[in-house]
Structure formats: C-alpha cells, structure tokens
T-cell receptor
Framework: AQSVTQLGSHVSVSEGALVLLRCNYS??????LFWYVQYPNQGLQLLLK??????LVKGINGFEAEFKKSETSFHLTKPSAHMSDAAEYFC????????????FGAGTRLAVHP | DADVTQTPRNRITKTGKRIMLECSQT?????MYWYRQDPGLGLRLIYY???????NKGEISDGYSVSRQAQAKFSLSLESAIPNQTALYFC?????????????FGPGTRLLVL
C-alpha cells in the first residue's frame, strides 16, 4: 500500500528565506510523485511532478523538488520565499503506469512573514 | 472560463437532508474523481469514474453516491447528510493519455451540515 508523510503541518519562514517542505512516501512500485498547492479559497493546482528521468524537477513559481529513491523522499524547495507563496502544499503519490489513484499527504501550511 | 467547475460553492444543510454537489468539465477528460478535504487529513478519495459506464468506490464511499450523467458531468450525492460530512469537497479530472494522468481540480464546494 502507498502512503505519504509530510513532516510539519505548519512551516513559517521569513520573506527571502529558503523554503523546505518535506515529503516521504512508501510505495511497492516505482511511484509518480506530485506537489500541489492550494491558495486560500481555491482548488488545488499542480506545482510539479516526477514521473521518470531527471530526479530534480522544476515547477512553477520557482519551486523544485528532488526525487531520492534511497531516502524515499520528494522534498519541495524554493531558494527565496515570497509573500505570495503562503498557501497549503500537498504531496501526493501514485503508482507508475496503470490508473492514477492519487494518495495525498496531510498537507503543510506555509506562512511567510516580512 | 474555468476548465473544472463545481456548484454550489458553498452549502449549508441540515442533518438528514439529501443534497447533490455537481461537477462539470470542459477538458474532455474521461476520468473524474470526488475527494473530500478535512483539516489535518489531506484529500481522501470518495468515488472515481473512468468513463460514463465505469464508477468505482474510493476509500471513504459510505454515505455517498455518484452519478456520471455524461463525460463532462459527475455528481456527488449525500443520501442523508450527517454533521461529520462537513468538509470541503473537490472534483478532479484526468486523461490517461496525457501528462501522466495529472489531475486537475475544481475550486471546491464547502459543505456545512448542521
């Protein structure tokens, strides 16, 4: 069975500081990995995804994530936080190939303060 | 115009009432999903449909039913609403032939059951 663990339900950073949101997964087959972002009162928007190939994935708004198979991790980073990055972030996993049943983590709420 | 729309956006109902949440999409995707979001639990899958004739239960289908009226429409019903069904509900779509089945989400319906 697949599962996703996001470490830290709330993360607070200063504007301009590094953003690091942690995600670990368990999967019995090679996974597809996703990060979604949810801005206040909005639906989820795809930030980036890993399927195959290069393990460092770049997404929108300056975010990137690195798939580390040995650590079963897919942490999300951004070098310099902006106030507009304040949102809730969800990591999700699905089995590669076949149909896409997404398993979501519990989410991490990112606060950015001046 | 949004590709995935949900109506209503907000709903207050009373225990025991039957209500329907509707989802429409213009993306031309065959696959559609209903999730609920609860604080600290992330998103959990209620039902999913691969096409008009194929409907499947997700991990938390008890107390819910769905109808896939057309490729573009997927409705979620609460047969007899109860307070613990108070949540944020999301519809999503995906296409198995594109983008490694990235799911695209609607804006959500916020439901309060009194």
């Amino acid at each position: 069975a697949q599962s996703v663990t996001q470490l830290g339900s709330h993360v607070s950073v200063s504007e301009g500081a590094l953003v690091l949101l942690r995600c670990n997964y368990s999967s019995s087959v090679p996974p597809y990995l996703f990060w979604y972002v949810q801005y206040p009162n909005q639906g989820l928007q795809l930030l980036l995804k890993y399927t195959t190939g290069a393990t460092l994935v770049k997404g929108i708004n300056g975010f990137e994530a690195e798939f580390k198979k040995s650590e079963t991790s897919f942490h999300l980073t951004k070098p310099s936080a902006h106030m507009s990055d304040a949102a809730e972030y969800f990591c999700a996993v699905s089995p590669s190939g076949g149909y896409n049943k997404l398993i979501f983590g519990a989410g991490t709420r990112l606060a950015v303060h001046p | 115009d949004a590709d995935v729309t949900q109506t209503p956006r907000n709903r207050i109902t009373k225990t025991g009432k039957r209500i329907m949440l509707e989802c429409s999409q213009t993306k031309g995707h065959d696959r559609m999903y209903w999730y609920r979001q609860d604080p600290g639990l992330g998103l959990r899958l209620i039902y999913y449909s691969f096409d008009v004739k194929d409907i499947n239960k997700g991990e938390i289908s008890d107390g819910y039913s769905v109808s896939r009226q057309a490729q573009a429409k997927f409705s979620l019903s609460l047969e007899s609403a109860i307070p613990n069904q108070t949540a944020l509900y999301f519809c999503a779509t995906s296409d198995p032939g594109q983008h490694q089945e990235t799911q695209y989400f609607g804006p959500g319906t916020r439901l309060l059951v009194l």
